[in-house]
């Protein structure tokens, strides 16, 4: 078990503490990714058993994250072969088609269409292919499809709809407080790789609806953050430098700040909202504030990027007390090292448990430690 206090303050061995627990996360994941390709969705370390049922959705968000370490430090030169396997798993549920004599793609499940899903397998997709060397024309045929999908579910006033019947197209009452960050996100994306602006244009669409429930009421910061938003956010003020997206990364991250970020440094957690978290709420705030992080950076804002950085590791040293035998909790049995459970007492592991985690690391070791993923270490 690491020393708090020590953690938080960013010291080499908080990044090398922070590297070992993802090369953990790893070998978990890839432990329980089976032939088919298909991850044991949730691992009961207790009982040594698996749960048959299962979330694509979940499943493309991991594959997006196994994607990003692909080339990197924490790749021994045969990751992507492993994920290659999921992503053939996920591909079986593309469906393809065409909207307004416009070739485009989308995931379908037991036949629903959902947003979500559509938006992680493009991310996905456009982390396998690499942010700015996308050569693979296939590949780029395929991420634009599913980008013209995601543009086709946008409404005229910027409302995307969460989930619709893919056979007639009517839109099933759901309204998800994530799958429209997530194709905001999946749409800057789409526009990074392959130049074409009307994913901009959806994508900041898109991005002012849901700013404006809040402003209306409807959504609050910290009862439920929407960490996808946020990470959209960032990329698309590195788009557009627009002040709109500032303001309002501010608004979702102060509920989350303590009031006086300098009691961080010492030995009372002043991060009240901490106390009572899960591993998931803990882990995707701190990708959100990741993503508000970058931005203060970006602006040279120095007091307002520490307060940030202290947070995001003291949320981070909370969840790698949850990951099993990496300095965290002993091992229940051999297929649980490396996994990461909700919370303290619990044995059961879900692979976005520990997706969220890994992205709350990855961004930790390259916004915070600066440290270039792609090299490995001498």
């Keep these: 078990m690491h020393d708090r206090g020590e953690f938080i303050q960013g010291t080499t061995r908080t990044w090398l503490?922070?590297?070992?627990?993802?090369?953990?996360?790893?070998?978990?994941?890839?432990?329980?990714?089976?032939?088919?390709?298909?991850?044991?969705?949730?691992?009961?370390?207790?009982?040594?058993?698996i749960s048959q049922n299962y979330n694509l959705i979940r499943?493309?968000?991991?594959?997006?994250?196994?994607?990003?370490?692909?080339?990197?430090?924490?790749?021994?030169?045969?990751?992507?072969?492993?994920?290659?396997?999921?992503?053939?798993?996920?591909?079986?549920?593309?469906?393809?088609?065409?909207?307004?004599?416009?070739?485009?793609?989308?995931?379908v499940e037991a036949g629903v269409a959902r947003l979500g899903c559509t938006a992680l397998t493009l991310l996905a997709l456009a982390a396998k292919l690499g942010r700015f060397s996308a050569r693979d024309r296939n590949a780029v045929s395929l991420l634009t499809q599913l980008a013209r999908y995601l543009t086709s579910q946008q409404k005229d006033n910027g409302r995307f709809v969460s989930k619709s019947v893919f056979?007639?197209?009517?839109?099933?009452?759901?309204?998800?407080?994530?799958?429209?960050?997530?194709?905001?996100?999946?749409?800057?994306?789409?526009?990074?790789?392959?130049?074409?602006?009307?994913?901009?244009?959806?994508?900041?669409?898109g991005a002012q609806y849901l700013m404006g429930r809040y402003d209306r009421g409807v959504s609050s910061a910290i009862d439920v953050t929407d960490h996808w938003l946020m990470i959209a956010l960032d990329q698309l003020h590195a788009l557009d430098r627009r002040t709109m997206w500032v303001q309002h990364l501010r608004r979702l991250s102060q509920p989350l700040l303590p009031n006086d970020a300098?009691?961080?440094?010492?030995?009372?957690?002043?991060?009240?909202?901490?106390d009572n978290a899960t591993t998931t709420q803990i882990a995707t705030r701190a990708e959100g504030l990741l993503g508000a992080l970058r931005v203060e950076i970006r602006l040279h804002e120095k007091n307002r990027?520490?307060?940030?950085?202290?947070?995001?590791?003291?949320?981070?040293?909370?969840?790698?007390?949850?990951?099993?035998?990496?300095?965290?909790?002993?091992?229940?049995?051999?297929?649980?090292?490396?996994?990461?459970?909700?919370?303290?007492?619990?044995?059961?592991?879900?692979?976005?448990?520990?997706?969220?985690?890994?992205?709350?690391?990855?961004g930790s070791l390259e916004s915070l430690a600066g440290l270039d993923l792609s090299q490995r270490p001498s």
Aim: negative net charge.
């Design 167 to 205: 056979v007639s197209g009517s839109e099933i009452p759901f309204d998800s407080q994530y799958y429209p960050g997530e194709a905001i996100l999946a749409l800057c994306a789409a526009f990074r790789i392959t130049g074409d602006l009307t994913f901009f244009k959806v994508a900041t669409v």
């Design 17 to 49: 503490r922070i590297s070992q627990s993802v090369t953990a996360a790893v070998a978990y994941l890839r432990h329980h990714l089976a032939p088919t390709g298909r991850f044991d969705y949730i691992y009961y370390a207790g009982t040594n058993q």
């Design 262 to 274: 300098r009691s961080l440094s010492g030995d009372t957690d002043p991060v009240l909202w901490l």
């Design 305 to 362: 990027a520490n307060a940030l950085s202290q947070t995001i590791l003291t949320a981070i040293s909370r969840c790698l007390e949850r990951q099993i035998d990496s300095g965290g909790i002993p091992s229940f049995s051999p297929g649980a090292t490396g996994g990461i459970v909700q919370s303290v007492g619990q044995s059961s592991i879900r692979i976005d448990y520990v997706q969220h985690v890994l992205g709350a690391c990855l």
């Design 59 to 107: 499943h493309a968000g991991t594959v997006m994250m196994l994607y990003r370490l692909v080339g990197t430090r924490f790749d021994d030169g045969v990751l992507e072969q492993h994920i290659d396997r999921a992503w053939a798993y996920l591909a079986q549920s593309l469906m393809f088609f065409e909207v307004g004599g416009v070739p485009s793609a989308c995931i």
